[in-house]
């Protein structure tokens, strides 16, 4: 007798770059799972709404959804319960339907970013921090930082509207001790010649003529260069770290951490080391071809 799939999938505009399918359907056909993961483009708030509602049908097949921009704080208004981490972070990207159609959130981002920091051998513990952009990526990373026992000694935050990275750190600030976190004014201002960590979080890099947001020179040996972007692999942000010498990372590493931590969320199953190598693969394999 058919047994018609379990859905999962993820929602945001846009979600057709996206490369969480590819990674959690190598999941799905490595463990044999009658599942399938689907993009859900959604267009505005309206359409966000009714998709939300009609997560609490009964005859909906879907069971764990992953959020992206921009409506990372707009589903919060949906949820039956949030994890604490998530809702100190004020943001979720994965949500978990169960068989009663109760939703509810948690967050991957920031711990992803850590288990890549880790797997990158590098150690926060009273490092300075300097981070570009304050949007929902900046928003779990700072907090996780924050949250930290043997955290960063400072992080140094500049945003092209300052206005915008101002009320993103009092906003994290009603639940998390931000007094660690510093707004700049200009790109100047975070001392990258003094950062070990510098992070990009904005869009800037992943188009070709876009500029780069920060004087290279102030690039060193001595410091890793985070860029979330992942496509392209190289931004123009990366190229530059690397021919300063400096250690260099793009985001593929914590798309890839956070989506095993979102699996874990709907299945309740630690996968073994060669299921995450399989989805590893698959989401290497896509972003040379994106």
Known sequence: MYEPPAIYGIIGNPVAHSLSPVMQNAAFKALEVNAVYKAFPLEDIEELKLFMEDLKETDNPIFGINVTVPYKEAVLPYLDSIDPLADKIGAVNTLVID????????????????????????????????????????????????????????????????????????????????????????????????????????????????????????????????????????????????????QTANGLGMLFYQGVLAFWHWSDVELDESIKTIMRKSLEKASQKA
């Open 99 to 246: 068989h009663q159609r109760k939703i509810r959130g948690f967050n991957t981002d920031g711990p992803g970013f850590l288990s890549h920091l880790t797997e990158l051998n590098f150690d926060l513990k009273n490092k300075r921090i300097a981070i570009l952009g304050a949007g929902g990526t900046t928003r779990a990373i700072i907090s996780v930082l924050c949250l930290l026992p043997n955290g960063p000694e400072r992080i140094t935050l500049y945003n092209r509207t300052r206005a915008n990275a101002d009320s993103l750190v009092e906003e994290i600030g009603k639940k998390i001790k931000t007094d660690i976190v510093t707004v700049v004014d200009e790109p100047e201002d975070l001392n990258i010649e003094l950062a070990d960590l510098l992070i990009n979080t904005t869009n800037v890099g992943m188009k070709a003529d876009d500029p780069l947001l920060i004087d290279p020179e102030s690039l060193h040996k001595d410091m890793l260069v985070y860029d979330v972007i992942y496509s392209p692999a190289e931004t123009k942000l990366l190229t530059q770290a690397r021919l300063k010498k400096a």
